[in-house]
């Protein structure tokens, strides 16, 4: 890695951590480990365009994709149920206090044949006819869970920072 | 196949389907590294056109769930993930 490398991936980990840190969420503390994550993800930014998980193969079609973009949906139940997420840059206050190791865990991204690539007229018109007489449409963000109602989903999502194109429709 | 080969003591066929970016795949070269078998190991994500589609559709035979890394055994043995414990059971 060259010196200009290392400068963008500390500051990435600085930025990033401050970030999670102030949502409620740890990187996992053996630094090396999570900057060698990091400029991977600095690396899939630069050859697909999105900062795809590092651990996951990237199609290189950000619409097929959406759900790897780091940080991935998957994070929150991994963390909930491995105490931890599948490539080990989040982690538990758990593992974080040393009460629990971290290890490698399952992966929980369904095999490619099983994946659900929503459109975005399935979006918009979601749920639609459960619940016409909402005023505003409910929007969910893929990565918290954050909901709020509004037009249309925020730019960027005030939780945890990922942009709209996360969102979907949810009631 | 532009497959990458590292000496060591021949434990039969052993092929190592990892990404160049995931750091539980590095931890699994470096196991089998240090376990001093022969194997060859190949970066499906800087793969391009047919030789990453045609690897793509042999890893998933192994594990359809197309996740890495995915190591494959002499003896058909398919170990997903970095299970240490599994790759020292069956290596030594
Ligand atoms: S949160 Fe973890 S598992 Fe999800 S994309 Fe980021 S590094 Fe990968």
Same mark, same amino acid.
């Given at each position: 890695m060259s010196q200009a490398d290392d400068a963008r991936v500390d500051e990435f980990y600085e930025r990033l951590k401050e970030q999670v840190e102030e949502a409620g969420y740890h990187l996992n503390s053996d630094v090396e480990f999570t900057k060698a994550l990091l400029e991977s993800i600095l690396v899939n930014e630069d050859r697909y365009g999105y900062g795809a998980c590092p651990c996951r193969l990237a199609s290189g079609i950000k619409e097929e994709d959406l759900d790897i973009i780091? #940080?991935?949906?998957y994070r929150d139940p991994d963390l909930e149920e491995y105490d931890a997420c599948y490539c080990g840059l989040y982690v538990s206050g758990d593992i974080l206090s040393g009460k629990k190791q971290l290890t490698a865990i399952p992966e929980r991204r369904p095999a490619p044949d099983e994946r659900i690539v929503r459109s975005e007229d399935e979006t918009e018109t979601l749920g639609l006819e459960s619940?016409?007489?909402? #005023?505003l449409p409910v929007w969910r963000c893929g990565v918290c869970g954050y909901l709020c109602a509004r037009e249309g989903p925020p730019e960027i999502c005030p939780i945890c920072k990922v942009s709209k194109e996360r969102f979907e429709r949810f009631i | 196949m532009p497959m990458e080969h590292v000496d060591g003591e021949d434990k039969g066929k052993i092929v190592l389907f990892a990404l160049s970016t995931c750091q539980w795949c590095r931890k699994t070269r470096l196991l089998l590294e240090e376990l001093k078998v022969d194997f060859n190991y190949i970066y499906v994500d800087l793969l391009e056109g047919e030789e990453r589609s045609e690897i793509i559709e042999e890893v998933k035979k192994y594990n359809p769930q197309l996740s890495f890394p995915t190591l494959v055994l002499d003896d058909g043995d398919v170990i997903v993930g970095f299970n240490e414990e599994g790759i020292r059971e069956a290596l030594t």
């Open positions: 780091c #940080p991935c949906y619940i016409s007489n909402l #005023p | -």
